[in-house]
């Protein structure tokens, strides 16, 4: 079944072997990272724990942003339930429906695209780098992204070195120099402070 196979994190993964396999340069190795690669490595348990473990800060900013966006609730729990109650609170899966030993890959929810077809375009992307970029292929498959809770920008301790960068700066919408200038420490845009120019779905850029 097509769409069963679509949520089976077996069947994807093999996909992605099958398509990754046509370009040599990916999965060339030399006698040390071969020695390194053990089968429990590859093992359906090991692998499912990588897929959450990877997930698990995507998931969590999410969760935030829900939190603060819509005013859900936060949902304590667990850390080894950490994953699901995540999923569930984003509307990834419905409540009670993830049995134990259940896949990560059920939480997906493809487009109108076939899985395996966005799936095969991913991967030529990655194959179809030229040979003087083929390291780089391997960059973008061997990753440990790691990801840092929200913050506020870091200010230096001294202000007059914010004020003098600042000074007769253009908004970035306007394009001219701010009569009340303000700056957002989540992203480090520069705006003018409730100017009409920066005002998005009617609200102004700088909410007081």
């Given at each position: ?20 396999s ?8 030399n ?10 490595l ?119 070195i ?32 409730k ?14």
């Open positions: 079944n097509a769409v069963d196979g679509e949520r089976c994190l077996e069947a994807l993964l093999s996909h992605v072997i099958s398509e990754l046509s370009d040599e340069m990916v999965y060339r190795l006698a040390e990272e071969t020695q390194m690669l053990g089968s429990s590859w093992s359906p348990q090991s692998i499912e724990f990588r897929m959450r473990q990877f997930c698990l800060p995507f998931l969590r900013l999410a969760s935030l942003l829900q939190h603060h966006l819509y005013g859900d609730e936060l949902t304590e729990c667990l850390e080894e339930e950490e994953f699901w109650t995540l999923a569930v609170g984003l509307r990834l899966v419905a409540p009670g429906t993830q049995a134990p030993g259940s896949s990560s890959a059920s939480c997906l929810e493809w487009p109108a695209a076939s899985a395996f077809q966005l799936v095969t375009q991913w991967c030529q992307e990655v194959t179809g780098l030229p040979e003087a970029h083929s390291e780089n292929s391997l960059t973008l498959l061997v990753q440990d992204p790691q990801w840092a809770a929200p913050r506020l920008l870091q200010l230096p301790d001294n202000y007059n914010i004020f003098q960068y600042y000074h007769r700066k253009a908004c970035s919408a306007c394009q001219k120099v701010p009569k009340d200038p303000a700056l957002c420490l989540v992203c480090g845009t520069f705006v003018c402070l100017g009409q120019c920066c005002k998005q779905q009617g609200i102004c850029e700088c909410v007081l």
